[in-house]
Every structure is written in C-alpha cells, then in structure tokens.
C-alpha cells in the first residue's frame, strides 16, 4: 500500500487529509489522516486527523488520539 512506499508517504497522506477537509470530503480526511498516523504517528499526522474529526463533531474521539502525545511532550518539557 502506499504507507510502505517511502519516508515522504506520511507528509502526503496528511497533505490529503487537508485537502479533502478543505473540500468538505471529511470522512475521506479522516481516512487519510489515519493512514497518515500510522505510518507515522507524531504529533503532525495526529493534528490533521484531529482537526478532521472536530469537523465532523468527534470531538471525543481527538482528545483520546491528542492526550498521550500532550502527555509525552508535558513530560518532555518536565524534564527538560
């Protein structure tokens, strides 16, 4: 599949994901941004999935995707 096809796949999944949230395609963003996330799961993939599911009002399902990376970087800074 196009996750396993090189380093820069991730930048252009969440690249998609922004343009079909841009388009109103917000499940197709959502679809993206989660290939987008796991190819590679930082805090940028997470973002553009997060914003994609605000959108269509799940906001639920964005803080359990947001908190363990705001737990990590809180944590981060913290020892720091």
């Known amino acids: 599949g196009l996750a396993r096809e090189g380093p820069g796949v991730p930048l252009a999944l969440r690249h998609l994901a922004f343009l079909r949230r841009q388009a109103g395609d917000l499940e197709g963003a959502v679809e993206a941004g989660r290939r987008a996330f796991a190819a590679d799961p ?3 993939s997470a973002t553009e999935l997060g914003r994609a599911l605000n959108d269509l009002g799940r906001p639920r ?15 981060r800074i913290a020892l720091s």
């Open 42 to 44: 930082g805090a940028a």
């Open 61 to 75: 399902e964005t803080a359990s995707l947001l908190a363990p990376l705001a737990a990590a970087t809180a944590l």
